[in-house]
């Protein structure tokens, strides 16, 4: 529940702090006072739009903040914490600026937070009922909401169950058309695609491939130069014969050896210096056999060679041009145009397999959208009979109200009936949609009683009324203001209110007063108790909170409202 109500620059509304906390508590104060000036901050903080327009004249932004009671674990708990912010001993502050441009920031436990995060909270924590949430009972959605929230966890056990096959069954109807639709064009893709696939697997191209045949081509384009070239390195290393008297390289090493050994016993240090002329010699011996293997290995025919590398190039080349700029794509589309070719050779298979499991998830559809149709149809009896017997304590004794729950033909995610709450005012009278059959004041009974039954069966840790009374007074002003006392049993409720027969009910009285210079101050928002209160009271009757006969009046109202409360 919300504990506090900070309010700054909202409206006519300079700063105000609202002490709030459990039970019931009412609004009052002067036309124009900025009383629903809370249902609007209270808006704010639960994530509904911003208004430029609602930030104070002269001010830079608005400013609402709220501090909340949770349970340090649950849904609520865990939100926050996504968020990054953090409840502290079981206080969660909300926070909501509205600047002069139109700008808004939200604040969650002490961080900042996308708006949106303040909507999804404002669902676990209030339910607001204002003149527009009245109208709203009209809508068919509305009444269906209603009926359900009443119908309580095991209509909402079959609603989860029956929306996951409703979601497969439409997923899987949804591809089935697809294919269907597409087969001529997946077809012809299937075609185009083999034909591709049947040209790149004759061609069998390999990795890497076409930089080996770019290095053999190059090799055979010059063979000859590089037998010359390889042939006289080969002479000058280690000719057969001499060549115009000139020794060649492992002669001439091997001179030099000798010379060496024939004085290496005169100083030891010139053994070294023939061990490695001895190795150069070997080293030497060793290049000029690898060149004379190397030359026997040159290709006999290097013009054929290089005729056929010439074609198997061009194939490449042209498989690259029409499948991309690379060998490496060229193979990833055959790796993933294999993939695709099966996944459309298989279009029969899958069609096949999907209209099994179109026909068994309509099936299983059909069953439990029946089934929430027999448990809507139990639950708006009972419904029906608990709201028309709480009209009759709201001064409406004749009236009585149908929840009516129609099947229709064709599913949707809530199942697939038409439900549709009915009022009949007075004996002998049509039952009429209370979308077109209730006057504004009757629509605010409804939307009473229909919280006060739906709260014992699923309560909500706030109520927040702004108008709950309007087009009523008297007799039915009191029984109002019981029923919502009798909410406050199991909820937080609180009620911007313009009659001292509803707030009489109220445990908490707050009161809105307007300053001479038109602003809200935070000293003009008092919490009334005792002559205060009976003052107001006596206001709201009378016109005259210093009335003798308002006054009595008062005292006599707050004393019906604690025996009938009781």
Request: proline letters at 3%; glycine letters at 10%.
């Amino acid at each position: 529940m919300i504990e506090e109500l900070g309010i700054r620059d909202l409206g006519v509304i300079a700063e105000a702090t609202l002490p709030l906390g459990a039970g019931f508590t009412a609004v009052t104060g002067e036309t124009g006072a900025g009383k629903t000036m809370v249902v609007t901050a209270l808006g704010l903080l639960l994530g509904a739009r911003s208004d430029a327009g609602a930030v104070r004249s002269g001010a830079k932004q608005a400013w609402v903040e709220g501090r909340w009671l949770v349970a340090d674990e649950g849904a609520i708990a865990e939100r926050v914490a996504d968020t990054g912010g953090e409840i502290e001993a079981g206080e969660l502050l909300l926070g909501r600026s509205v600047s002069s441009e139109g700008r808004s920031r939200a604040v969650v436990g002490g961080r900042s937070a996308p708006v949106g995060v303040l909507a999804e909270l404002g669902d676990e924590l209030v339910v607001v009922h204002g003149q527009a949430d009245q109208q709203r009972l009209r809508s068919a959605v509305a009444q269906r909401e209603a009926l359900d929230r009443f119908a309580g966890p095991s209509l909402a056990a079959t609603l989860d169950q029956y929306r996951a096959v409703f979601e497969s069954w439409r997923a899987d109807a949804a591809e089935l058309a697809r294919l269907r639709d597409e087969h001529d064009a997946r077809a012809r893709e299937a075609e185009a695609l083999r034909a591709d696939l049947d040209e790149i697997e004759a061609a069998d191209p390999q990795p890497g491939e076409d930089a080996e045949l770019s290095g053999r081509a190059d090799r055979l384009s010059n063979l000859e130069e590089l037998r010359l070239e390889a042939a006289q390195a080969r002479v000058l290393l280690s000719a057969d014969e001499v060549v115009d008297d000139a020794p060649d390289a492992v002669t001439l090493v091997e001179a030099a050896r000798r010379h060496l050994d024939r004085v290496v016993a005169h100083d030891a240090a010139l053994a070294p210096i023939a061990e490695i002329l001895a190795n150069a010699g070997f080293l030497l011996a060793d290049a000029s056999a690898e060149l004379a293997g190397y030359l026997a290995g040159l290709d006999a025919d290097g013009a054929r060679e290089l005729e056929v590398v010439q074609e198997r190039r061009a194939l490449l080349g042209a498989l690259i041009r029409r499948h991309g700029g690379e060998l490496d794509e060229v193979l990833a589309f055959r790796r993933d145009g294999g993939l695709r070719l099966v996944e459309l050779d298989g279009d029969d298979d899958r069609i096949a397999v999907l209209e099994a499991a179109v026909e068994a998830s309509a099936a299983e559809v059909d069953r439990l959208a029946g089934l929430i149709t027999e448990q809507r149809t139990e639950a708006a009896a009972r419904l029906a009979e608990a709201v028309t017997r709480e009209l009759a304590a709201l001064a409406m004794p004749d009236a009585v109200l149908t929840v009516s729950v129609e099947p229709g033909v064709e599913p949707t995610a809530h199942g697939r009936d038409q439900v549709a709450i009915l009022l009949s005012p007075h004996p002998g009278a049509e039952p009429r949609s209370v979308s077109r059959g209730a006057s504004g004041g009757e629509l605010s009974r409804v939307m009473l009683a229909i919280e006060v039954v739906i709260a014992g069966t699923d309560p909500v840790p706030t109520f927040v009324f702004d108008e709950v009374d309007a087009g009523v007074g008297g007799a039915a002003a009191i029984e109002i203001g019981r029923r919502l006392a009798r909410l406050a049993e199991r909820s937080q409720v609180i009620v911007v209110t313009h009659l001292a027969q509803v707030a009489a009910f109220a445990s908490n009285h707050l009161s809105v007063v307007k300053g001479t210079d038109g602003a809200v101050t935070a000293s003009s928002v008092k919490q009334l108790v005792g002559a205060e209160r009976e003052a107001e009271m006596a206001r709201l009757l009378s016109g005259l909170a210093d009335s003798e006969s308002g006054l009595a009046h008062a005292r006599e109202l707050l004393e019906i409202a604690s025996e009938r409360a009781a």
